[in-house]
């Protein structure tokens, strides 16, 4: 059973930063290559905001995150992150860490939600002006 948990959400004001962590067992996280965040506000479908392909040392990110958001893996602590800095109101939204063993490349980096098998529960993000 794959378990991801999403942690450091909160309510910031907007230009501030917040760190989100996606832990997992050791098991999981050294034999999975593919991991992203995936944030959804009600109404909206899920959105792909960064990812990382471990074996490729490759990373993505939306465009509305670039230059903002950070993804990175931190293998002291089997954990995945999301550095954010200069939050805006706009990226207010739950959050979700996603996993997937079998996704490679540019399936792992731009594919969409449906490329993942393994969710964490989400964290919450609110952002204020």
């Known amino acids: 059973q794959v378990q991801l948990v999403e942690s450091g959400g909160g309510s910031v004001q907007a230009g501030e930063s917040l760190r989100l962590s996606c832990a997992t067992s050791?098991?999981?996280?050294?034999?999975?290559?593919?991991w992203g965040w995936f944030r959804q506000v009600p109404g909206k479908e899920r959105e792909k905001v960064a990812a990382?392909?471990?074996?490729?040392?490759?990373?993505y990110y939306h465009d509305s995150v670039k230059g903002r958001f950070s993804i990175s893996r931190d293998n002291a602590k089997n954990t995945v992150a999301l550095q954010m800095n200069s939050l805006k109101p706009e990226d207010t939204a739950m959050y979700y860490c996603?996993?997937?063993?079998?996704?490679?490349?540019?399936?792992?980096?731009?594919?969409?939600?449906?490329?993942?098998?393994?969710w964490g529960q989400g964290t919450q993000v609110t952002v204020s002006s």
């Open positions: 996603a996993a997937d063993r079998a996704s490679v490349g540019d399936r792992c980096l731009r594919g969409d939600s449906a490329e993942y098998m393994y």
């Open positions: 990382i392909y471990i074996a490729g040392g490759n990373t």
């Open positions: 050791p098991y999981t996280y050294f034999t999975t290559s593919c």
